[in-house]
């Protein structure tokens, strides 16, 4: 077997049946990786073509495909099954296994679309079109449900019924703001999650934030934020979010504690800690034995030295997949300092099992239904291109502002 390319290219080898893959990390060329994967015939590689989807697509997009496709010819090795061109029972049969170790229907549907994706790119018949790997994946949706796993919403005063008026209770991003320490990584991380409730950002989208990004508006106090590509803005239209006064004076806090002028905004804080050591009286010299290494520095005192630290502010932006990290330490840390008096060690253990990256964006998505904003305003305010999740979000909350939920509050 033999893959060669559309552009009158050598030929590249493929491994056989037999092989495994190489014990080498794969280059970010998307090529290279269908070359590596387990085919049944010679197949032909347009790399132009190959070139071109990469240039059209997210780098997110793109590890994406690589993931899937890459487990998928993985599976196919150790089942000694042909990963190009798959046959549908193959497909139907790696959904399957696939949904045996706990997949979620939802991510089946992303390992279907990547195998139909590299189908189509190699000019392939699309076995995910069959009604056989449209049929299994069904029964695997029928029998396991399609709900997905929400991330638990970090709403401003968290879980309550009037925003304006009600007091901050349970898990609030106010009371993690004030918790959040005085020292760089305190106000890095202060300014971090304002932002970021402000926004709605995703991790990905808040991580790009620079310096550049931010923008004067029309009340002194508050800015305006650029956001020059997002996940449902891959062509780069662009965007505009709203910064709040709170939000301007964390940020402000954090550049000139870092010494931010330009570049990104949010970036890794290295801490070393160094332990106070008491004063040292020197030797006299008849105290040193002769067992012992001679060195006359033993007769010298040495001063008490205090406890200290010291930060490195790093020159890259934080990686996207540090922010849910990030959120969960603070509000341990918030925890610890009482700033979260009503919730019990079993509560935060609880709570902190659902919280990632996306819970300030749940929790302004539910903010603003809260507050009584329609949907439009809801999904232009956090740049949403369709319904379904904004909606998915507040369905707990829209229950409960229903009419069963008013006439409840009416009979008590």
């Not at 925003?163 to 990584?185: F, H, I, K, M």
Request: aromatic share 4%; glycine share 8%.
């Amino acid at each position: 077997m033999s893959t060669e390319t559309a552009r009158e290219g050598p030929e590249i080898p493929v491994a056989p049946p037999e092989a495994v893959l190489p014990a080498v990390r794969a280059p970010a060329d998307l090529a290279w990786t269908i070359v590596q994967m387990r085919a049944g015939e010679r197949i032909t590689v347009n790399e132009g073509l190959i070139a071109a989807y990469q240039a059209a697509s997210s780098p997110h997009s793109i590890r994406a495909l690589k993931s899937d496709v890459e487990a998928f010819d993985a599976w196919c090795r150790r089942n000694n099954r042909i990963a190009l061109p798959a046959t549908p029972e193959i497909v139907a049969d790696y959904l399957d296994a696939r949904a045996g170790q706990g997949g979620k229907p939802a991510s089946l549907g992303r390992y279907k679309a990547s195998i139909a994706k590299i189908h189509q790119l190699l000019d392939l018949k699309d076995p995910t079109q069959a009604d056989l790997v449209k049929l299994r994946l069904r029964a695997i949706r029928r029998e396991k449900g399609t709900a997905q796993a929400q991330a638990r919403p970090l709403r401003f005063k968290g879980p309550v019924r009037d925003v304006e008026r009600d007091s901050p209770r349970g898990l609030n991003v106010r009371a993690l703001l004030e918790a959040c320490a005085g020292d760089l990584p305190g106000l890095r991380d202060r300014a971090l999650l304002s932002v970021a409730y402000d926004t709605g950002l995703r991790a990905s989208e808040l991580v790009a934030i620079s310096i550049n990004d931010i923008l004067e508006a029309l009340d002194p106090e508050a800015r305006l934020l650029a956001i020059a590509r997002s996940k449902g803005d891959q062509e780069g239209e662009g965007a505009t979010a709203y910064l709040s006064p709170r939000s301007v004076r964390a940020v402000a806090a954090w550049r000139e504690a870092a010494g931010i002028d330009a570049g990104p905004l949010f970036r890794r804080v290295q801490v070393r800690r160094y332990k106070a050591r008491a004063a040292v009286k020197g030797r006299s010299i008849d105290s040193i034995s002769g067992r012992e290494t001679w060195d006359l520095r033993k007769t010298l005192s040495k001063p008490a030295v205090k406890a200290r630290v010291e930060y490195d502010i790093g020159a890259a932006a934080l990686h996207p997949g540090s922010i849910g990290p990030i959120w969960r330490a603070i509000i341990q840390r918030a925890f610890d300092r009482g700033a979260l008096g009503d919730l019990t060690a079993d509560d935060l253990a609880r709570l902190l099992k659902g919280i990632s990256a996306h819970s300030t964006r749940v929790g302004l998505n539910q903010d603003l239904f809260v507050a009584g904003e329609d949907l439009a305003g809801i999904m232009d305010a956090l740049r949403w291109k369709s319904p379904r999740m904004p909606l998915a979000y507040n369905r707990n909350l829209a229950a409960e502002a229903g009419a069963v939920g008013r006439l409840s509050r009416k009979l008590e």
